[in-house]
RNA sequence: GCCCCCUUCGUCUAGUGGUUAGGACGCAAGAUUUUCAUUCUUGAAACAGGAGUUCGAUUCUCCUAGGGGGUGCCA
């Protein structure tokens, strides 16, 4: 045993990497990385039926774009079966297990009963040796005791105490003499020399029945965390909506990864009044004591905020070059109001710089960025094509032509100067001239900055745009 | 049903036996500005309810209510 933290994130493969189980593997993460240890990844595919290699596959690629990669290869729960044999051996013959010929009708029978008394089932096996015949078929139960309390001592909950006749006799292997979860996350993790489980709350009442069997093996006891899970957005469990989304798919909704993982640590974890917090700030300032006991919800907003915050400080070939990997990824399902394939990207980095002020995500990156890009009946919108449709709107802008014709450079100052004398010239106020000039050049009544959105137009697009609704 | 966990602004949270209960998102107003956004300023907004302990409870205890989880040959 040496003093060395280990944690591992135990997804089972049965669907993708969903939003609380990342944040389960952030934690597991963040705390080993903060105390020096390692960090492990175990799949659980006991359940054969229900693993799937796709899972595995979305789960690790989850992982890995959060930044949350194992110190070593993955281990396979379903391929340490014949370890999981053995120790239920050696349970059966120290006499903390049995086997068990009863079939699932007497079981139901007596699930129902104890419902219906108002206590918990117990499995009537462990009291008297069944008189039925052997049929030959039989699963391994635990001998769980009926006296006494087990005490879980939980570094989030506190001390949690379940009494013993709460819990029944837990299958240990099955008919076919595969391990159930119960028996081989204990024995995985003991092997794996795991120092600290966190892992979801709805794990906790199980944790003493796991306990009960660390006991029977003689083996010490892990320090448990088990952390609230995380709600979705009116409440309820994480559901449909954005709560219930992959990892992956906030890579496809345009999120940064850094971004959901500052807003995924901050869910049920703080560090005073820290709101931004980078990576090397999650590592140096993450313990366990200061996790919430509370569930969270999953509040959409409160990430774009912080997706944008990342998205400003980012550098521009960093994010033309993710740009660059969403659009050819082809998974994203945002419908954009032009062809994101034809996007020149030499110019999109041009106008980054005063882009990304006004995106939260990467899709309203390349939305914002559609003025760039559109080829010329330019779409209007209807407050745009309201506000160039009279004769006063059309005579400036014909006056706007000649004058941004005559430029010799098309430069802000330069721009500047002359759109201020213009309106002045004319005794127009200045959004009086901008407005109209920017409905024709991006269709829209909001927009970048008028001189950014001509300089990144270029004097020859700036004006066969204006000519062209002239 | 039985068992376990949880409860500070709408949301994420800080915090203390005595505080003007702090911050962030969102919201509202204002400043900046050619629009939108960014940025800045200001504002509204919370200790679930009831007992008890105490000179004093948001803080400690109990109860209730509400929410969540477990109770599988799922994990």
């Known amino acids: 045993m040496s003093d060395k933290i280990v944690t591992r994130f135990a997804p089972s493969p049965t669907g993708f990497l969903h939003i609380g189980g990342a944040r389960t593997a952030l934690f597991n993460w963040a705390y080993a990385r903060a105390k020096g240890g390692k960090f492990l990844l175990r799949i659980e595919d006991t359940d054969r039926a229900r693993s799937t290699t796709e899972a595995i596959d979305a789960i690790m690629a989850g992982m890995k774009w959060l930044g949350l990669e194992a110190d070593e290869a993955p281990v396979y729960q379903s391929k340490r079966q014949a370890r999981h044999v053995e120790v239920a051996t050696k349970l059966l013959q120290s006499g903390h297990a049995y086997r068990s010929y009863a079939p699932d009708q007497e079981l139901e029978k007596v699930r129902a009963e104890a419902r219906a008394a108002g206590v918990a089932p117990r499995y009537p096996g462990r009291h008297e040796p069944l008189t039925m015949a052997k049929r030959g078929e039989y699963v391994v139960r635990f001998k769980s005791p009926i006296e006494g309390e087990t005490v879980i001592h939980d570094e989030v909950q506190g001390d949690v105490v379940i009494k013993n006749d709460q819990l029944d006799d837990l299958v240990l292997l099955r008919s076919d003499g ?36 660390y006991k029977a093996l003689g083996w010490d006891l892990p320090v448990f965390a088990h952390i609230p899970l995380i709600h979705g957005a009116d409440g309820a469990k994480l559901s449909k909506r954005h709560g219930a989304l992959g990892a992956e798919q906030y890579k496809a909704l345009g999120y940064l990864p850094e971004g959901l993982q500052n807003y995924l640590a901050r869910l049920g974890w703080s560090h005073g009044d820290e709101e931004i917090i980078t990576t090397e700030q999650l590592i140096e300032w993450f313990d366990l004591d200061a996790i919430n006991k509370a569930p969270a919800r999953f509040d959409i907003q409160k990430l774009d905020h912080v997706n944008g915050h990342y998205i400003r400080e980012a550098d521009d070939d960093r994010l033309i070059a993710d740009l660059k990997e969403l659009i050819s990824s082809g998974e994203m399902t945002h419908e954009f109001s032009y062809d994101v ?6 110019r999109f980095k041009d106008a980054l710089p005063f882009l990304k002020e006004r995106a939260k995500t990467l899709i309203e990156l390349l939305e914002v960025a559609s003025y760039l890009f559109v080829s010329l009946p330019i779409p209007m919108e209807d407050k745009a094509a309201k506000s160039i449709k009279d004769a006063p709107a059309l005579d400036i802008l014909k006056g706007l032509a000649d004058e941004l014709a005559s430029l010799p450079s098309f430069e802000k100052e330069t721009l500047e100067t002359s759109l201020k004398g213009f309106a002045e010239k004319r005794e127009l106020k200045f959004g009086k001239v901008a407005q109209p000039l920017r409905a024709v050049l991006t269709g829209t009544p909001n927009s970048p900055g008028i001189y950014d959105v001509l300089v990144s137009l270029g004097q020859e697009e700036t004006l066969r745009r204006i000519r062209d609704v002239l």
Do not use: S
Not at 184 to 206: E, K, P, Q, W, Y
Not at 341 to 346: A, G, L, N, P, Y
């Open 341 to 346: 394939r034809k996007i020149e990207f030499d």
């Open 178 to 213: 595969t391990p159930t979860y119960m028996l081989a996350v204990v024995v995985d993790d003991h092997d794996m020399g795991i120092t600290h489980v966190i892992r979801g709350d709805d794990h906790l009442t199980n944790c003493a029945r796991q306990i009960q069997i």
